[in-house]
């Protein structure tokens, strides 16, 4: 195992874990690392390390085995955690900010949550509403799992829960400002 | 013929869930000497006490056993029931059938055979119980308060406030301990030289203390209320009464020696005061480093001094004063780090230093002025890294044992640094946080959020490389091997007990834990008393505490003794041992084996026989003995006999149980 120097790794990466954590709101001082997160998280089952860990190697400047951490792709942003949380410490927005400086920095641990996170904003973008149907055809074609989940549209049509038809909103302007007002433009 | 009368406590169910009362009393009835047995839910409640009374009058029963819990729980409460009755209350005793019989027995038929056993025993003893009466001891109402630190000064300026005189003996110079020594304290961060400085000039000055500086307990006769104490006052070389303490002598003096005071980061004279606050406020002369003794030169000192105060021809003084009570606050000593941790370098690295020297560095009026930088050159640290449970929670090592402050002292240095050196960084290798302590969890909480990174686990190694030390660990919440270059590193070593609370235990016959830390009568109920009558601890004498936990339990040693000398005078206990001097053989191994000092050999003329013969017989001294029956046992001709525990007494229990 790897040795981490830790007044290499603070002089190094202690801007850019601070920035990316506020960026979040979320003070990483505060974290007293009781695991209440990890312990009631319904994902750590396919997690590589737990969502608690994400934070202390953060607080230890440890940014590069951030980076390679598949968890914060896994979060599923279900907020249990920080409904819990003593200290009031929102991970899951701390997760999505090290999702984007993780794919900033062309690193992308689990590819097919990028695909599907991409795809999925970008038809909001479109249509201000995801269309189910579409939305798996292009993440099958995206991610390469061609026949994922395919079995299940027949199904899913004949109850009327997928359809051929685009749905939308009226006003598509607006949820187009909003999404670029809080993304900066990424989705499109 | 005694008529003793038998009371049963159900205690509930506590006794009743486990011992057949019935078939009990059943079996009492049939005793020897047993003319009434009653049973009740709860003997020791107001109905039940009326019970016993009232029965005592009906039954006209001249002697009581109850059957209950330990008579450490109730004994008390039963004699004292038994004052305002015509039965004395020492024809007393109590048949432990809870902590002895039901507590630890599950098994009823078993349960019942014991407590049957046990209230035999106790009717076949209290059959011989003779009527004992307590006497009046006198008290010297004067207190002995042995160490200056702040537990010592608390107690002293608590009794002396409540009218009382009170003689403070410190060893050192000065009074102050190490309080005085520190920067800044938890959780408020008060200044700790302005909270202990003016305690310590109220010492100085109240009519009711009078300070003996650089001296020590050298011998202790008497008992409670009625203690002989010498104490050994040092030869200071200075004449006190005429001294100003203008401080000259140590200006001009040229002999410089590395200060205790300060940690050995500075130098002190030879003629000295330890610190400007110090109290008595007036210098004494370290004849060890004094070239007038070491060469027989010099004597600038003498030769300045306006007040004709330097005496080179002072010698050691032994007073002898009476006191009625003693407090005893000693307090620590942080344990000797370098001669066990190889791993930190053995105090060979002039940068790792423990954290009293780091008080010495932050404090505004030590050596650096409080600008904190390395021993070894002077420069600012930026990177720190303290390293908590330094031979504390180390049995292999240290102690087994949590000293207590450290935690926060440690938590309270990170603050400081950060505080103080915007851009440094901090590491704290801790094992758990313990800030138990009223506003301690947030005053660590801050710590925190000043930007200090707490990393759990040990430091394994430092070792220098180039200017820095390199201090390896694991941070154990992410299973990380890590490492910090620091530029010092701060040890939150333990605290041991003074080197003299061995003697001072001896003298007073104050016993010792493993740990050497004096031990309390009770630790949750006498926490102050101690096992010799009149003599009480305060502060890190009994143990590692905080500043607020010793004022605490000065002050409650102090009200103690206050309370002690608010009355006329003291109930002696009947329950001592007395010497038939006809059996005693003079042969002294009562002396040897008494804890208390109770017992002296006499020589006595005495007429046996029709002749006069000269012979030693044991004396026991009825204020000391506390009655703890080794003597008895130790007596090969059964001279000596425990009131309330006679031998007959005894017997008489072993036979009713086996015979």
Known sequence: MDTIDLSASRAKHKRSTEAVASAAGVNLKDCYQCGKCSAGCPVTHAMDVMPREVIRLMQLGAWDEVLDAKTPWLCASCITCVTRCPQDVDLPSLMEEVRRASKAAGNRPVKEADVFNDLFLKGIYQSGKSNELYMMMKYNLASGHLFQDMFNAPHLMLKGMVGFKVHGVKDKADVRRIIDKCLGGEAS | MSRIGVFLCHCGTNIAA???MTRLAEATKELPGVVYVEENK?????????????????????????????????ELTFRKMLTDTSVNPYMLEIANIREQCSWVHKDKEAGTKKAIDLVRMAVAKVDRNAPLFTSEIPITKRALVIGGGIAGIQAALDIADAGFPVTLVEKEPSIGGKMVMLDKTFPTMDCSACICAPKMNDVGAHPNIEIMSLSEVEEVTGYVGNFTVTIRQKAKYIDYDLCTGCGLCEQKCPSKVTSEYERGLAKRKAVYKPFAQAVPSKPIIDAKNCRKFTEDRCGVCEKLCTVNAIRFDDEDKLVTLEYGAVIIATGYELIDWTSLYGEYGAGAYPDVIDGLTFERIINASGPTEGHIVRPSDGKEPKTVVMIKCVGSRDPHKGKAYCSRACCMYGAKHAHQFLDKIADGECYVFYMDVRAMGKGYDEFYMNTLQDGATYIRGRVAKIYPEGDKYICIGEDTISSKIVTVSADLVVLDTAMEPQESADAIGRLFGVSRDLDGWLTEAHPKLRPVETNTAGVYLAGTAQGPKDIPDCVAQASAAAAKVIGMFCLKALESNPMISVVDEINCRGCGDCVDVCPYKAIAMETVERRENSVWVTRDIAVINSG??????????????????LLGFTNEQILQEVDALCL
């Open chain 2, 18 to 20: 486990t011992v057949d």
């Open chain 2, 42 to 74: 709860y003997m020791c409640s107001e109905p039940g006490q009326q019970a016993v009374k009232q029965s005592i009058i009906d039954r006209g029963i001249d002697r009581i056993v109850i059957a209950s819990c330990s008579p450490r729980m109730h």
């Open chain 2, 624 to 641: 000391l003995c506390q009655g703890c029956g080794a003597c008895t046992a130790s007596c090969k001709s059964s001279a000596l006999d």
